[in-house]
Nanobody
Framework: QVQLVESGGGLVQAGGSLRLSCAASGRTDSTYAMGWFRQAPGKEREFVAAISWGGGTTHVAASVKGRFTISRDNAENTVHLQMTSLKPEDTAVYYC????????????????????WGQGTQVTVSS
C-alpha cells in the first residue's frame, strides 16, 4: 500500500497561482497512476486531473483545462498540480490519489478506481 501526503495548499487571491504536491511513500516500487480530486463545501468530491504511471498521458477536467497542469517526478515519488488563474470556485479540499497501474500510459478519472488517498490540503481562493 502506498501512503500519500499533500502539501502546498493555502489562501490566494483570484487570478493567482498555487502548486500542490503529493509525496508518496511505502510501496513506491509498484507502478501507480495518480490523480487529483477536490471537494468544495456542500458538494461531492470531483475529478480534477490524472496522470499515467509513465507520466506521458494526462487528463484534466473541463472546468480546469488550460489552467491546471498535472506532472510527476518518479525519481522523487511526487506528483504536482500546478494551478494558475485561480477562481473562487476552485476553493476546495484537494486530494491526491493513487491506483496500481499495469500499463505505463493508463490514467483513471473515476474515484472508485483509486485505492489510496491522502488527507487533503485546503485551497481557498478569495475574490
Amino acid at each position: 500500500q502506498v501512503q500519500l501526503v499533500e502539501s502546498g495548499g493555502g489562501l490566494v487571491q483570484a487570478g493567482g497561482s498555487l502548486r500542490l504536491s503529493c509525496a508518496a511513500s511505502g510501496r513506491t516500487d509498484s507502478t501507480y497512476a495518480m490523480g487529483w480530486f477536490r471537494q468544495a463545501p456542500g458538494k461531492e468530491r470531483e475529478f480534477v486531473a490524472a496522470i499515467s504511471w509513465g507520466g506521458g498521458t494526462t487528463h484534466v477536467a473541463a472546468s480546469v483545462k488550460g489552467r491546471f497542469t498535472i506532472s510527476r517526478d518518479n525519481a522523487e515519488n511526487t506528483v504536482h498540480l500546478q494551478m494558475t488563474s485561480l477562481k473562487p470556485e476552485d476553493t476546495a479540499v484537494y486530494y491526491c490519489a493513487a491506483v496500481r497501474a499495469y500499463a505505463s500510459d493508463s490514467y483513471y478519472y473515476r474515484q472508485g478506481d483509486y485505492s489510496g488517498w491522502g488527507q487533503g490540503t485546503q485551497v481557498t481562493v478569495s475574490s
